[in-house]
Antibody
Framework: EVQLLESGGGLVQPGGSLRLSCTAS????????MSWVRQARGKGLEWVSV????????HYADSVKGRFTISRDNSKSTLYLQMNSLRAEDTAVYFCAKMPFSSVYCSGGSCPYFHYWGQGTLVTVSS | EIVLTQSPATLSLSPGERATLSCRASQSVSRYLAWYQQKPGQAPRLLISGASNRATGIPARFSGSGSGTDFTLTISSLEPEDFAVYYCQQRSDWRYTFGQGTKLEIK
């Protein structure tokens, strides 16, 4: 059974930093791309970032580019999101998600989607 | 950036009825569209990928159709556990975008 467990959320002041972690089990972590998606309270879903299986490719939403960094440690089956220069509008529940392929690109007539999701961790940016 | 517009925003139906949810893309996404279900306090769950492929464990009453810019999620006969928010999602270039969601509520 695929399991994704996020941690690291909490209250941080504007301009501060936070690092989220997502520990995976139930599948070969190093064989799949992974992603972060967030959801502000009462709002819809917003994709944040994606990383390929070997970490060779990363992409970011414009809203976080230059402030957030996605990374992974395949030896620990763990995905990370380093969040710097946090703003009030970054307040949200952050979900990690397993993608269906190793690549972040479309291949074989199929494009990536968010296959399995963790339960999320809440990040609150407030003074 | 491709924008996904879902309609209606809210759909009020009774158990046993048929639900039809729409997702329209601002430009063609071929068949690269997915649908998710989210219940209060829970993570989203994948229902459909590739416009019409049901994910593992998803009941047959859920079906997806469409291509290009117009897509539909149909729930043939609503069960009490189906009342939730539904999102469509697409990927173009390296960006992923979601529709704003349709809330399916009990009438």
């Amino acid at each position: 059974e695929v399991q994704l467990l996020e941690s690291g959320g909490g209250l941080v002041q504007p301009g501060g930093s936070l690092r989220l972690s997502c520990t995976a089990s139930g599948f070969i972590f190093s064989s799949y791309a992974m992603s972060w998606v967030r959801q502000a309270r009462g709002k819809g879903l917003e994709w944040v970032s994606v990383i390929s299986d070997g970490a060779g490719t990363t992409h970011y939403a414009d809203s976080v580019k230059g402030r957030f960094t996605i990374s992974r440690d395949n030896s620990k089956s763990t995905l990370y999101l380093q969040m710097n220069s946090l703003r009030a509008e970054d307040t949200a529940v952050y979900f990690c998600a397993k993608m269906p392929f190793s690549s972040v690109y479309c291949s074989g007539g199929s494009c990536p989607y968010f296959h399995y999701w963790g339960q999320g961790t809440l990040v609150t940016v407030s003074s | 950036e491709i924008v996904l517009t879902q309609s209606p925003a809210t759909l009020s139906l009774s158990p046993g009825e048929r639900a039809t949810l729409s997702c329209r893309a601002s430009q063609s996404v071929s068949r690269y569209l997915a649908w998710y279900q989210q219940k209060p306090g829970q993570a989203p769950r994948l229902l459909i990928s590739g416009a019409s492929n049901r994910a593992t464990g998803i009941p047959a009453r859920f079906s997806g159709s469409g291509s290009g810019t117009d897509f539909t999620l149909t729930i043939s006969s609503l069960e009490p556990e189906d009342f939730a928010v539904y999102y469509c999602q697409q990927r173009s270039d390296w960006r992923y975008t979601f529709g704003q969601g349709t809330k399916l509520e009990i009438k």
